[in-house]
């Protein structure tokens, strides 16, 4: 007989793999890829159907700016296999992560002073490296105090701020919420 957490392990690591294979086969088989978190759900529509004047010039096809913070939770949490099938596509994925200069511009939706990290994961990449990145991505120094206070309300602020999700906020994230 399955336990109900074991049920709950498997219904997570499933939602974990699908959002994964979404992210890893849209950001390297579609020619227009995932859309920056910059631009808000109104703009890609109007963008979509034509009605947006200027058009959006800027492409989007091998880039992800959440595909380190999935990482940063798979392996965290394990998956191994489920990383080890998409390595191919995610290491032919560009990542990008903003940090604004000041902790308390996390809070601002466009800062605009900081430092832009970007590279592409390994071709190969060792499982005990790969987490030991994670754990050292996990660092809470650049997460703002208050939402270290109250990490609850950390989930709610990005979905209202999604592209405050990086590396660094998945791993604190998954080692206190998690």
């Known amino acids: 007989m399955v336990s109900s957490s074991q049920r709950r392990s498997n219904g997570c690591e499933a939602l974990y793999k699908a959002i994964l294979n979404g992210l890893a086969d849209t950001a390297?088989?579609?020619?227009?890829?995932?859309?920056?978190?910059?631009?808000?759900p109104e703009t890609l529509l109007s963008a979509e159907?034509?009605?947006?004047?200027?058009?959006?010039?800027?492409?989007?096809?091998?880039?992800?700016?959440?595909?380190?913070a999935l990482i940063t939770i798979g392996a965290r949490r394990g998956h191994r296999s489920t990383i080890a099938d998409k390595w191919r596509r995610i290491s032919r994925i560009h990542c990008s992560e903003f940090y604004p200069d000041a902790t308390w511009q996390f809070f601002l939706w466009r800062a605009e002073n900081g430092d832009l990290k970007s590279m592409f994961p390994a071709?190969?990449?060792?499982?005990?490296?790969?987490?030991?990145?994670?754990?050292?991505?996990?660092?809470?120094?650049?997460?703002?105090?208050?939402?270290?206070a109250n990490p609850e309300l950390l989930p709610l602020f990005l979905m209202v701020y999604p592209h405050r999700l990086r590396s660094d906020v998945a791993g604190f994230l998954d080692g206190t919420v998690g």
């Open 123 to 148: 071709k190969t990449q060792s499982w005990t490296a790969l987490q030991a990145e994670a754990t050292e991505r996990s660092s809470a120094s650049t997460i703002p105090g208050q939402l270290r």
């Open 49 to 68: 159907i034509g009605l947006l004047d200027p058009p959006i010039e800027e492409g989007f096809a091998l880039q992800s700016y959440t595909l380190l």
């Open 28 to 40: 390297t088989t579609s020619e227009d890829g995932i859309p920056s978190p910059y631009y808000g």
